[in-house]
């Protein structure tokens, strides 16, 4: 069963913004809660990789080429993982996808199905 839901994507200008939504229908708040959570994406022809990351505390950490662009953050008695998408270019052209983060980083849960960010020029 589907344990995380991505949704919020779409086609967007160059310069644009979105906002990622992930949720945890299946999860009670008291699972969700403690996990680190991220977005990751997978451009074309690309590995999928982390792009942002938020502790339980709210502590965030970004890749550089999203740092200053995206913001990641959380609404725990909502199960909700946001990622706030401006000045988009079409390099961040990509399926995103979220998930938790063991502590080794490494994703937690099985993949949900993600939304596709296309930025057009």
Known sequence: QVQLVE?????????????????????????????????????????????ASITPDRATDYVDSVKGRFTISRDNSRKTVYLQMNN????????????ALTTARQPKFDWGRGTQVTVSS
């Open 88 to 99: 988009l270019n079409p390099e961040d052209t990509a399926a995103y996808y979220c998930n």
């Open 7 to 51: 949704s919020g994507g779409g086609l967007v200008q160059p310069g644009g913004s979105l906002r990622l939504s992930c949720k945890a229908p299946r999860m009670i708040t008291s699972v969700f809660n403690p996990n680190v959570m991220g977005w990751y994406r997978q451009g074309p022809g690309k590995e999928r990789e982390l792009v």
